[in-house]
């Protein structure tokens, strides 16, 4: 057995002899970014051995420099002695929280109180349906002797007219003490099944009906984000976000599939998501509230298909093999003791429903809380993570499909790409004749990589400065520093030099990087162009785009069009929603009437199979270029290119 330190924090792990490197890096939740599984592609896992030796696979992912001076992949690294580990990123706490829009904002709060005002002019109406009852039982005598949970049920069904009193094991394990703690004076949490039976959530000490909480939570695949919301009153009262810690078995969720199939793989991916990554957040959410997890009363859950598949521990091998079976899509209540959430163990769980095996809660939530099920116009909703959903529709119809963008929205996919948090760069223009980049970077720190927004914003400068042509070929005839070849002809255009950076080694964007973005932005926009097809419309007749997801926020609209991710329509048609699965979340956690309307809006939607669609392919190969092959698609980019015809953009 050896010694594995990991610095700068000196977080040792033991290790046989021979033991994947990686494998101990996730044992000791050291948080490292492995997209693609421990497979060699993506060259992610780079460590430096600073002490020690080890058995270790060459790799074009690190230049014959890099290995001489202790660089490798953990993915192709074997221990075989004691060894000291660096770090290449800051893997402190700071750096791994997720830039995540806070429902705190006044942007979020617009966006929330206009979701919130859908519901109300349709006539649906606010109430969690959940209620509480003070009562004053009689002290047991020697002639009164009625055993504590039939005391409590009998007084309980003479104040609320009930006929059945349904308690958990938990329930009934509680009470002697609380009855006699709290002198027999008890407040009674219950949800009312029907007009004749209740089922009791929780016996507190005293008079607590003030005090009436629940929580909302959105699960991406990326990143995960709380609120704690007071029922009485709608208000949020704390709220708090994370990465996604199964993102250490895979970026995306096929990654995530295929490692929950092996031995252990979904004990260990439910692990991460309840245990590592819900329960730190539910107990931060209260903290900050200063209130008891067991206050909690309520929780309402939605992500996407794969992800509810690992927090409910249902195989989930066949949602990626044809015909793309999910093992459920329906909405599920449960209690929090079934999933392990460290709450009160009878707190009620909605889980809300899916779709079809890549169209799950987060979207049905979103599309709830977007309003589009009211609205006459043509409307495409847009939910750009990981994965790529969509919708489009209006009061009429519904109609859904997911492409397979994979997580290059997110930095996956991408050498230098990361996620949104500290150091990722966010922003980016370059000089038109120096071709020197302008850069901002989350909290304004020196960068550590690319996120979605910020590769979105490259790809575009350097297509518009003739960096790039509409291929995503470098140009060899440009002489500049930050343009070079390797000894393949791949060329790669260098952001920031080492020097100005966190990591030992430039931040660049490569052609390979290009051709991984191209498909991922070609994804969506054919898949848009075939749910347009298939009812005999066409871009002209979108009245609207609505922009979900995290990166939405920060996605510059004319950058998303030039390159042809986004289609070419007038600028006021396109609208951000923010965060519309956890305000979905919201409007079910505090309206029973909204828990109703989210299981008829998935029941509405239809869903379309892209990989059994004829003309998907045809969509996809054309929109596989900057910004389509067919320019007459892209007028605006059409007209720069006059204007601007001595450029070397084409």
């Known amino acids: 057995m050896y010694q594995v330190n990991f610095l700068p924090n000196n977080i040792i792990i033991k290790a046989e002899a021979g033991e994947n490197l990686l494998d101990v890096a996730r044992r000791g939740n050291i948080l490292t970014d492995f997209p693609c599984n421990g497979n060699g592609v993506c060259g992610k896992c780079r460590l430096k051995i600073i002490q020690g030796s080890i058995d270790t696979v060459k790799t074009h992912h690190l230049s014959g420099e890099e290995a001489e001076q202790g660089y490798i992949l953990a993915c192709s690294s074997r221990v075989r002695g004691d060894l000291t580990i660096g770090l290449l990123r800051s893997e402190n706490e700071e750096s791994q929280v997720m830039k995540i829009e806070s429902l705190a904002e006044e942007k979020s709060r617009e966006l929330l109180r206009r979701a919130v005002g859908v519901v109300t002019q ?136 295929v490692h929950a199939v092996r031995e252990n793989g979904m004990a260990e991916l439910n692990q991460a998501i309840v245990q590592e990554t819900l329960n730190p957040l539910l107990n931060d959410i209260c903290l900050k509230a200063n209130i008891e997890k067991d206050e909690l009363s309520s929780v309402v859950i939605a992500g996407n298909t794969t992800m509810m598949h ?68 043509n409307t495409l909703f847009l939910d750009l993570g990981t994965n790529g959903e969509i919708v489009l529709g209006n009061q009429d119809y519904l109609l859904t499909c997911a492409c397979s963008a994979g997580p290059a929205f997110e930095g996956g996919g991408i050498s230098c790409g990361m996620r949104a948090t500290t150091g990722a760069i966010e922003k980016v223009t370059i000089e038109r004749e120096s071709f020197e980049p302008n850069i901002t970077t989350i909290h304004e720190v020196k960068p550590l990589g690319l996120c979605g927004s910020g590769i979105i914003d490259t790809v575009a400068e350097m297509f518009l400065t003739g960096i790039i042509d509409r291929r995503g070929k470098i140009n060899k005839n440009i002489h500049s520093s930050r343009i070079r070849f390797d000894e393949y002809e791949v060329g790669e255009y260098v952001l920031v030099f080492k020097e100005d950076s966190q990591i ?147």
């Not at 009153?233 to 995306?252: C, L, P």
């Not at 195989?315 to 009160?344: C, M, Q, W």
Request: charge should be negative; charged fraction near 20%.
């Open 504 to 650: 030992a080694k430039d931040i660049t964007i490569t052609e390979i990087d290009l051709e991984n973005f191209i498909r991922a932005k070609g994804a969506v926009y054919s898949a848009v162009a075939v749910l347009l097809s298939s009812l005999g419309k066409d871009f002209s007749e979108i009245d609207k785009i609505v922009i979900a997801g995290g990166i939405g926020n920060n996605i510059n609209i004319v950058n998303a069009i030039t390159i042809g991710l986004f289609p070419d329509i007038p600028l006021d048609k396109y609208e951000y929603i923010g965060n519309s699965s956890l305000m979905g979340c919201y409007l079910i956690l505090t309206s029973e009437d909204c828990q109703t309307k989210v299981q008829e809006i998935s029941a509405q939607m239809t869903y379309i199979e892209l990989s059994s669609n004829p003309d998907y392919m045809d969509e996809f190969l054309s929109a596989c270029f900057f910004p389509h092959t067919d320019i007459e698609k892209f007028p605006s980019v059409r007209d720069w290119q006059q204007k601007n015809s001595n450029s070397t953009l084409f």
């Open 310 to 377: 690992l927090l409910l521990g249902v195989y989930p091998d066949f949602l990626r093999k044809e015909p793309y079976i999910p093992g459920f899509t329906g909405h599920f209540l449960l209690k929090s003791a079934e999933l392990a959430l460290d709450v009160n163990p009878e707190t009620p769980v909605y889980i809300v429903p899916a779709v079809a095996s890549f169209v799950g809660g987060d979207i049905t939530g979103g599309v709830l809380a977007s309003g589009l099920w009211t609205v006459q116009e």
């Open 122 to 257: 349709n006539k649906m109406c606010f109430g969690a349906g959940i209620k509480k009852e003070y009562l004053e039982l009689a002290l047991p005598t020697h002639d009164d002797n009625v055993a504590d949970w039939e005391r409590l049920r009998t007084h309980l069904e003479k104040k609320i007219g009930y006929q059945e009193i349904i308690g958990g094991l938990s329930i009934i394990r509680t009470i002697p003490q609380i009855l006699r703690e709290s002198d027999f004076k008890v407040t009674v949490t219950h949800k009312p099944k029907n007009a004749e039976s209740t089922v009791i959530i929780n016996v507190e000490k005293g008079n607590t009906c003030d005090r009436l909480y629940g929580a909302a939570i959105d699960i991406g695949t990326t990143s995960v984000a709380a609120i704690l919301v007071n029922l009485l009153d709608g208000h949020i009262i704390a709220e708090s976000s994370a990465g996604n810690v199964q993102i250490k078995y895979g970026a995306d969720v096929i990654h995530r599939i």
